[in-house]
């Protein structure tokens, strides 16, 4: 029975731009610094999850589970909380200081949110949420027929799989919350949009970076051609992101944590863009097969000129001077090739283009990459 411990707690997040801004989150530990999003928790169909939140900030924090049934808080089922007359969380609720134990046995697969519960249009944003993956009962991951996201025999096996949570950040209502200001959610305007926690191009570092202590989840996705890629998205902000990855159409296998399948007909459909509201969830597979792949027969592309390379004056470029997948060829002299192995980038993005800036800065935001590799270690891609 996993027991998962949370402490709401404060810190500070770094962006690309060089701004740090306070924030509050979960973290693993009382040791741990204060993360976004908070701690992922894994749990299996059937089996109990205990979460014992402990708060440390100011004023009464909650946590709520949408789409898991019969949740109880102290041993007792959940229920809103009231003072003076006023409704203060939809749960029950930590004290400053103090602890509250949820219990819950999750009914169903997939892929949820857990989130404050307690004046939840501050507290989400200022970032107390995180991602919760249910495993169907009969997930066996060295089976290749049990390595799904929903249970043997709904289609959706997978290779690999990334948990994608979307945010966004205010940063004036932040700093108010900072100096003890009221969080006037009136006057939400976002001016950073977030993958993970990340804006890009952090987004793409490596999970664990040590300069990025607050925000410890990349967001880049990696797989090999025709691999099943499973992208769990979760809208954990206030605002809706067209999201989609270049280079392949996924195929939407589940909503909220609910598989799109009636019966025996699968109701899975392909799409390039979609719409993470807040809030949702949405389970896709991704695969890339190329425009003619095979591992005899690379890719038939021709050479672009010289200007077309991406050969920027700095002198890198992400172009491996070939156009076959994991063949490297010349380049420029010194010109630096990041594209260290010969693959392939996709980009990954919100198409509501004011969130891939920082601050209206273009890159930024709501953006990764997806890498097709020409060979991966199959450790990769495994929450
Ligand atoms: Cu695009």
Redesign the pocket.
């Known amino acids: 029975m996993p027991v998962i411990n949370l402490w709401a707690k404060d810190g500070y997040l770094s962006t690309p731009d060089g701004n740090s801004i306070y924030f509050w989150g979960f973290a693993k530990s009382e040791s741990d610094p204060a993360q976004l999003p908070g701690p992922y928790i894994i749990a299996k169909q059937g089996e109990t999850v205990t979460v014992n939140l402990y708060n440390t900030l100011s004023e009464p924090v909650s946590i709520t589970f949408p789409g898991q049934p019969g949740v109880t808080a102290g041993g007792q089922p959940v229920r809103p909380q009231y003072s003076d007359g006023k409704l203060l969380s939809f749960v029950n609720h930590a004290e400053p200081g103090g602890m509250m134990s949820y219990n819950f046995t999750p009914t169903n697969p997939g892929t949820f949110i857990y989130e404050s519960a307690t004046n939840p249009h501050k507290q989400v944003p200022m970032g107390l949420y995180g991602g919760l993956v249910i495993r169907p009962a009969d997930f066996k991951p060295e089976i290749k027929e049990y390595k799904t996201a929903y249970g043997a025999g709904t289609n959706t096996e997978f290779d690999r799989e990334y948990l994608l949570i979307t945010g966004e950040i205010d940063p004036y209502l932040h700093r108010a919350v900072e100096n003890g200001k009221p969080y006037l959610v009136s006057k939400y305007l976002p001016r950073y949009w977030t993958l993970n926690g990340r804006c890009a191009p952090d987004t793409m570092l490596m999970d664990r970076v040590d300069y990025l202590p607050h925000q410890p989840y990349g967001s880049m996705v990696m797989g090999l051609p025709g691999e099943k890629i499973l992208m769990r998205y979760v809208g954990a902000g206030i605002e809706n992101h067209p999201l989609?990855p270049?280079g392949a159409h996924t195929r939407v296998v589940a909503v909220d944590g609910r598989l799109l399948r009636n019966g025996s007909i699968d109701l899975s459909y392909k799409r390039f863009t979609v719409l993470v509201g807040a809030g949702r969830t949405c389970d896709q597979i991704y695969q890339w097969h190329g425009l003619g792949y095979t591992p005899q027969n690379p890719i038939p592309t021709t050479l672009p000129n010289l200007r077309n390379m991406g050969v920027g004056d700095a002198g890198w470029t992400m172009w491996s001077g070939s156009p076959y997948l994991g063949v490297k060829g010349d380049i420029p002299v010194g010109v630096v090739s990041y594209n260290e192995f010969g693959e392939y980038y996709f980009?990954l993005?919100s198409?509501e283009e004011l969130q891939i800036t920082n601050w209206g800065e273009f890159p930024g935001g709501m953006m990764t990459m997806v890498a097709i590799y020409p060979s991966l270690s199959p450790d990769v891609g495994l929450l």
Request: charged fraction near 0%; avoid cysteine.
């Open positions: 989609h270049h980009m993005h198409h």
